[in-house]
């Protein structure tokens, strides 16, 4: 079975809430992403609950269950006492080489990919083609009527 695995003094950075499109925001960085980073997280996916921000390193399983509690010694050392602030958080994608930290800016730097130009020119030939029959209608009344 599962077996248990004590971790002690982590730090939690951030506690997120499900459905918040602003988790990944700090007062620095006011951009509005979610925690996930695009592509979504290896072996895991997308972040759909609630979730915490832990410094360091939980061993085991992406989605093993993790018990937490609060310390039993209070804890006086300067680095347990630090104040957390945190500057920014990286969303870009973890396969490969990200350099993008949300879908729009990626599409502001690419600018207009091919499957997007094709599907603009279908969009604008079926919209010229409903406007010919449209003219072809009119025609067909106007020489009816005189």
């Known amino acids: 079975g599962t077996t248990t695995g004590l971790r002690f003094n982590k730090k939690v950075y951030r506690v997120g809430t499900k459905g ?8 620095f960085d006011l951009t509005d992403k979610p925690i996930t980073p695009m592509g979504g997280f290896h072996h895991y996916g ?5 979730f915490l921000m832990l410094k360091g390193c939980v061993m085991g399983p992406r989605k093993r269950i993790l018990t937490l509690r609060k310390s039993l010694l209070t804890h006086t050392s300067r680095i347990a006492l630090e104040k957390i602030d945190l500057k920014f958080i990286d969303t870009a994608s973890k396969w490969g080489h990200g350099r993008f930290q949300t879908d729009a800016e990626k599409k502001a730097f690419q ?8 599907a603009m020119e279908i969009i604008l030939i079926f919209i010229f083609l409903f406007i010919e029959k449209k003219k072809k209608k009119k025609r067909k009344k106007k020489s009816l009527c005189c």
Not at 46 to 50: F, H, K, L, M
Not at 111 to 118: M, V
């Open 20 to 27: 918040d499109a602003k988790s990944a925001s700090t007062q």
């Open 46 to 50: 997308q972040i759909n609950e609630d």
């Open 111 to 118: 600018g207009l990919l091919k499957k997007d130009r094709e």
